[in-house]
């Protein structure tokens, strides 16, 4: 926790203001930062609000890849080579947005210490996010997908505190990124709410004792929703 409030702290210093070749852009809710196969010429940082990624097969099958908030990056597949954008990025909400060229940034990498390890320190734990997630894919159940979803989304939440999910989010969302489909995931809301996981004032909020089931592995999370998965 310390390193990502020191990670954080050398970001905000530095996304502070625009500079050469900085922007600070602002975004409505919906409103489209970039599309799959544009130009890959930027990396950006989130000040404020959240993005959602998305890809879209050959075959038109679409996939929410990642849901971005405050504090983290997104596009930086550009500083590596890549030439487009291999996903879509949409505001979920009114959002406000630093677009860094790749230039920028790589020159600021080589010549600002502090913050070169501050952005190594982010991808290393980006890296085994995305590793967990794998896992979570391949070896645990739907049901389980969503509440493990939910608790990242309510960041996990304080004890004896319900914490709310502060963007509209739709079960066809959470459906794309558990991989499942609307009806099982309106199911498990369902389920979750009427055993106390989760409740709606407009807002979903998360509780504790979600996070208390997922630990201990409750049968309520051990169903077998094989069928679900294709």
């Known amino acids: ?34 599309s799959q196969g544009d130009p890959s010429e930027a990396i950006f940082y989130i000040q404020k609000g959240r993005v959602k990624l998305h890809v879209v097969s050959e075959h038109g099958k679409e996939a929410v890849v990642a849901i971005m908030e405050a504090g983290q990056f997104f596009g930086e597949g550009c500083l590596n080579g890549d030439t487009a954008r291999v996903a879509t990025a949409k505001s979920l909400g009114d959002s406000v947005i630093v677009s860094i060229s790749k230039h ?8 600002e210490p502090s913050f070169a390890q501050s952005f190594v320190t982010y991808l290393i734990t980006r890296t085994g996010r995305i590793e967990e997630d794998l896992i ?39 459906a794309d990124m558990i991989g499942t489909t609307r009806s099982r995931v309106s199911f498990f809301m369902n389920k979750f709410r009427k055993l106390g996981f989760i409740s709606y004032n407009g807002k979903i909020h998360v509780h504790n004792s979600l996070l208390n089931a997922v630990l201990h592995d409750k049968p309520a999370l051990r169903t077998d929703d094989s069928s679900s998965n294709s």
């Open 1 to 34: 926790m310390k390193a990502q409030k020191q990670s954080l702290s050398d970001f905000e210093k530095y996304f502070a203001a625009a500079g050469a070749g900085k922007s600070i852009l602002a975004f409505k809710k919906n409103a489209t930062i970039y």
């Open 104 to 111: 920028a940034m790589r020159e600021a990498l080589k010549n």
């Open 136 to 174: 979570d894919q391949l070896f645990n159940s739907s049901e389980r997908r969503l509440a493990r979803l939910l608790l990242l989304l309510a960041h996990f939440g304080k004890e004896g505190v319900p914490q709310p999910i502060d963007v509209e989010i739709s079960q066809e969302t959470l």
